[in-house]
């Protein structure tokens, strides 16, 4: 089992920043890719990006050139660092893991509102 959570959402002016941090504990030597994603009121829940064990990257469209993943393996954590917000990044952000066995795990989110 894989524990995760996450930490750092707030409100922010658009065009500000935040740094969303995903702690994993549990079984975490069979993590193989962790990210996140996001829900918006009334919309599903997309993937916004997710980083390998061995680094490799992958994002949304709408996101990338703004948002970048990092994992930090030594500290069993993942961040999101968000500039350039916009109110449509409005949502809540949810961490998740993939094990090796393909079995995926989410954290409880974190609210983060993009307003004036």
């Not at 999101?80 to 409005?90: I, R, V």
Request: with cysteine; glycine share 10%.
């Amino acid at each position: 089992q894989v524990q995760l959570v996450e930490s750092g959402g707030e409100l922010v002016q658009p065009g500000g920043s935040l740094r969303l941090s995903c702690a994993a504990s549990g079984t975490i030597f069979s993590i193989n890719l962790m990210g996140w994603a996001r829900q918006a009121p009334g919309r599903q829940r997309e993937l916004v990006a997710a980083i390998t064990s061995g680094t490799s990257t992958n994002y949304t469209d709408s996101v990338k050139g703004r948002f970048t993943i990092v994992r930090d393996n030594a500290k069993n954590t993942v961040y999101l660092q968000m500039n350039s917000l916009k109110p449509e990044d409005t949502a809540v952000y949810y961490c998740f893991a993939v094990d090796l066995s393909h079995a995926r795990y989410w954290g409880r989110g974190t609210q983060v509102t993009v307003s004036s």
